[in-house]
């Protein structure tokens, strides 16, 4: 049937997710990070300049960071491109001929391409364990513990997470570093694989795992801290910034939003990007939201 075209969703808040059965914190000298199918093929099925992909790529790019900071190995899947019938198996009846040979479209996304350090792992089916050497990799690196990010969440990291809790390898899946066919599709196979076979968890809550600060107080975040943020990361900050001033006039877009999101929630202030674009576009009506959040 090939792949679908993607409708664009905002991508889901780890928070309001169900509780995950499984609560497996990530160790950063027993993990490693798989970046998952991150193909330029595959990432083609979305409009890439629409969420939930420039939040995916933002936060699998923060994840790829720490790990390179901490020393923790980073691993790449990647179907070949130009697969003849019979290593495409079943995949064929299903998904089609898969890349097409000498299309590119076998490469990694540029933003998050593996560095000269990092390995990539040929993958051939649905879970990045079958028919790949990647458990023996770990096993080499003295690694039992696998952040999976990347895409599809509801074929192959799933199905990479539950061959993983098979293989005895404790997997957390970075909810808010995956993307799916819907929103729906993405919550509800996360919801799963939390419930039986991974861990799940925010992407800022394991870069806290991976740098080692898990157990570290979190800094305090109200208005004020908002506001310094504010004109921090605005390319032509006003003087003052006071609460009722437009941020869209200002010149705030959407790439630097997520990195505020990120910020704060790193900082102990749980929001999203949602809750954001749906308030006031000001200071006053970004604490508003803040509050209410904070509230439930």
């Given at each position: 049937?090939?792949?679908?075209?993607?409708?664009?969703?905002?991508?889901?808040?780890?928070?309001?997710?169900?509780?995950?059965?499984?609560?497996?914190?990530?160790?950063?000298?027993?993990?490693?990070?798989?970046?998952?199918?991150?193909?330029?093929?595959?990432?083609?099925?979305?409009?890439?300049?629409?969420?939930?992909?420039?939040?995916?790529?933002?936060?699998?790019?923060?994840?790829?960071?720490?790990?390179?900071?901490?020393?923790?190995?980073?691993?790449?899947?990647?179907?070949?491109?130009?697969?003849?019938?019979?290593?495409?198996?079943?995949?064929?009846?299903?998904?089609?001929?898969?890349?097409?040979?000498?299309?590119?479209?076998?490469?990694?996304?540029?933003?998050?391409?593996?560095?000269?350090?990092?390995?990539?792992?040929?993958?051939?089916?649905?879970?990045?364990?079958?028919?790949t050497d990647l458990r023996e990799r770990l096993?080499?690196?003295?690694?039992?513990?696998?952040?999976?990010?990347?895409?599809?969440?509801?074929?192959?990291?799933?199905?990479?997470?539950?061959?993983?809790?098979?293989?005895?390898?404790?997997?957390?899946?970075?909810?808010?570093?995956?993307?799916?066919?819907?929103?729906?599709?993405?919550?509800?196979?996360?919801?799963?694989?939390?419930?039986?076979?991974?861990?799940?968890?925010?992407?800022?809550?394991?870069?806290?795992?991976?740098?080692?600060?898990?157990?570290?107080?979190?800094?305090?975040?109200?208005?004020?801290?908002?506001?310094?943020?504010?004109?921090?990361?605005?390319?032509?900050p006003p003087a003052e910034l006071g609460d009722?001033?437009?941020?869209?006039?200002?010149?705030?877009?959407?790439?630097?939003?997520?990195?505020?999101?990120?910020?704060?929630?790193?900082?102990?202030?749980?929001?999203?990007?949602?809750?954001?674009?749906?308030?006031?576009?000001?200071?006053?009506?970004?604490?508003?939201?803040?509050?209410?959040?904070?509230?439930?």
């Amino acid at each position: 049937m090939g792949l679908p075209r993607i409708a664009p969703y905002p991508m889901p808040d780890p928070a309001a997710l169900p509780e995950a059965a499984i609560d497996w914190t990530i160790d950063p000298a027993r993990a490693a990070l798989l970046v998952h199918d991150m193909q330029t093929h595959f990432l083609a099925a979305f409009d890439v300049a629409r969420e939930p992909i420039p939040e995916l790529v933002a936060n699998v790019r923060r994840l790829i960071d720490a790990c390179h900071a901490a020393g923790v190995p980073v691993l790449y899947s990647a179907q070949p491109a130009g697969q003849t019938p019979d290593q495409r198996g079943l995949l064929q009846p299903v998904w089609g001929d898969g890349i097409p040979g000498a299309s590119g479209g076998d490469r990694i996304l540029p933003a998050i391409a593996p560095g000269a350090d990092d390995e990539v792992v040929t993958k051939w089916r649905y879970s990045a364990l079958v028919r790949t050497d990647l458990r023996e990799r770990l096993r080499a690196k003295g690694r039992d513990q696998l952040v999976v990010c990347g895409i599809y969440t509801h074929i192959g990291i799933a199905m990479t997470a539950a061959h993983a809790f098979m293989e005895d390898l404790e997997s957390v899946i970075a909810a808010d570093a995956v993307a799916d066919f819907t929103a729906e599709e993405q919550v509800t196979a996360l919801t799963w694989a939390g419930s039986c076979c991974a861990g799940v968890a925010a992407t800022a809550t394991l870069v806290r795992q991976i740098r080692g600060t898990a157990g570290t107080p979190t800094a305090v975040v109200d208005r004020e801290r908002m506001r310094a943020d504010l004109l921090g990361i605005l390319a032509d900050p006003p003087a003052e910034l006071g609460d009722h001033d437009d941020l869209l006039d200002l010149g705030l877009d959407s790439l630097q939003v997520m990195a505020l999101v990120t910020r704060w929630r790193e900082a102990g202030l749980t929001l999203s990007t949602e809750d954001l674009i749906e308030a006031e576009p000001t200071l006053a009506g970004w604490w508003e939201a803040a509050t209410a959040v904070a509230a439930h």
